[in-house]
């Protein structure tokens, strides 16, 4: 399985919607997330990959698409 379709499964699973976001939407402001999830997501994403996600990089505009969180893990990978 690829990590854009674990990270959809994260996201739906977060939003409780079974749609998939399309890849270069911004989560927040379609509505998928909030910015109280986006702590969930995180340790979503550190248990599925293995992954750390520092503090320093807890930025909302590096997790505001599938797309740009499919290259952040990918980059930490």
């Known amino acids: 399985m690829d990590s854009r379709t674990q990270i959809n499964q994260i996201i739906q699973k977060i939003a ?39 503090d320093s990089d807890l930025n909302p505009r590096k997790f505001d698409t599938v797309a740009r969180i499919a290259a952040y893990v990918d980059g930490r990978r």
């Open 16 to 54: 409780k919607r079974d749609e998939v976001p399309d890849p270069d939407e911004s989560l927040f402001e379609a509505g998928w997330l909030d910015s109280f999830a986006l702590p969930d997501v995180v340790s979503a994403l550190e248990r599925e990959f293995s992954i750390e996600i520092p």
